[in-house]
């Protein structure tokens, strides 16, 4: 009996694989930035208090970014995060420089439920692209942002749906950044697929 489940669970495996179908973690080429321990990967900007407890990328006051010492162009992106709802938080994308993040030199894929403007609020990519109604919310429990960047084409699924997809060439390359613009965020998984 138990040759016959591991002899199914192999095949299942197998058969996920060649259909494209294994899990991120599993697949070659994914580099883990955050995986539950180390902050090696990133150098940090600002006053943010960022600490890692029990396996959790934690900051609970900005402003601050955690920021990669690698620059990546075109990528996939897969991020496990919690915030409060009046949270301010971001991923920034192929930031221009490294020690004076913005959303005016780098793509911001935003995580603010509370936002005067929600249309650039969660999921929106602040100044380029806008989301729609019902606007998508993070407050209160645990999120994934799947963000994909190829050439001039920026796509965020939040979630597992779609909140923009776009095209622009302003920036090509550059580093990623968290952020920690106030209140509680959390991180608990942080890998991309660089190519």
């Known amino acids: 009996m138990k040759r016959r489940t591991l002899l199914t669970a ?36 600002g006053e943010a208090d960022w600490r890692v407890a029990g396996g959790i990328l934690e900051a609970t006051r ?5 920021v990669t010492k690698r620059s990546f162009g075109d990528f996939r992106l ?6 409060e709802a009046s949270t301010n938080s ?17 793509y911001e894929v935003n995580i603010w439920d509370t936002r005067k403007d929600p249309t650039y609020g969660t999921g929106a990519v602040v100044d380029f692209a806008k989301v ?21 084409r920026i796509a965020v699924v939040m979630n597992g749906q779609r909140t923009v997809d776009f095209e622009d060439g302003k920036f ?24």
Do not use: H
Request: hydrophobic share 40%; aromatic share 10%; with cysteine.
């Open 10 to 45: 192999g095949a299942s495996a197998s058969a996920l694989a060649l259909a494209g179908c294994a899990t991120p973690g599993s697949m070659d080429g994914w580099i883990s930035l955050f995986d539950g321990g180390s902050l090696d990967a990133f150098d940090r900007l």
């Open 62 to 66: 900005g402003p601050g970014f955690l």
């Open 78 to 83: 897969q991020a496990e995060f919690y915030v």
């Open 90 to 106: 971001g991923i920034f994308i192929r930031c221009q420089d490294g020690r004076k993040v913005t959303a005016s030199n780098a």
């Open 132 to 152: 729609s109604m019902p606007y998508p919310k993070a407050g209160g429990r645990w999120n994934t942002f799947d963000i994909t960047a190829r050439g001039r």
């Open 172 to 195: 090509a390359s550059g580093p990623i950044a968290l952020q920690s613009g106030g209140g509680l965020v959390r991180f608990r998984s942080v890998r991309i697929l660089p190519g």
